[in-house]
């Protein structure tokens, strides 16, 4: 009988070792299943996470011999990133006076608005008018090869702080004049892209952007076609003309 009560007793033992083990084991497995759940969780919430964009319009251009004005109006600003696609930035028409952003040396904000912490490869915007007055004139609207301007050009949006993309739209290398006086705009465009910036905006509208991480320089510029290229600008020895509201290059000289 004690010999049977001992065999008993130590399988009652190893069979409470094996539930304990089992018990253990899906505990173990349970506790980590929360704790991915939890790791999934905290993705979440950084996706969640926003910055602060500025979307900027300036103009570097140099001498523009007897053209006196430039006024742009842009209606839409998107920004694209890989995981969310194109993110409108704004819808809200706006007019720069490109040459007198020159003169002033200033940086006339498009846009501000809070969007998701992530990096932005390319930003697009959409030209409704370009109207050019030369000295003494009145003013001509210019035709434009397409309306969609579309480049490549990176900032990274970090949660809480700003970033800034600069487009700098250089009127000398964009304008073309034909034969029969008429304006031809091709954008060419510098894009700069900054993170974690100080952006201050005064009463006109005008921000002074110090501080922060450039991520990126890119030129880019549009053809005939309305086709936009990296570091590319019409010849301006190019007779360029417009017929039947098609820009077509005749010849080189």
Known sequence: MNNKGLIIGIIVVVVAALIGGWWWMMSGA????????????????TNNAEGTLYVNFTDAAVNMGNVSTVNMTV???YVHSQTQGWVTVSTTPQTFSLLALK?????????KTNVKADTYDQVWFHITAVAITETGKTAKQAT????DFKMAGAVKVVNGASSTATLDVLAD????????GEFIFAPVV????????????DADNMATITNGMVNSNTTAGMDING?????FKLDLNSKIEINGGVISVKSVI
């Open 144 to 147: 434009l090869p397409s309306a």
């Open 190 to 201: 510098e894009f700069e892209g900054r993170q974690s910036a100080t952006v201050n905006v």
């Open 75 to 77: 209606d839409k600003v």
């Open 30 to 45: 349970n506790t980590g299943q929360i704790s991915n759940n939890t790791n999934q969780t905290g993705t979440q919430n």
């Open 173 to 180: 290398q964009s304008i073309y004049k034909t034969d029969k």
């Open 103 to 111: 003169a002033a040396g200033k940086t006339a904000v498009m846009a």
């Open 227 to 231: 086709e936009v290229k990296a570091n």
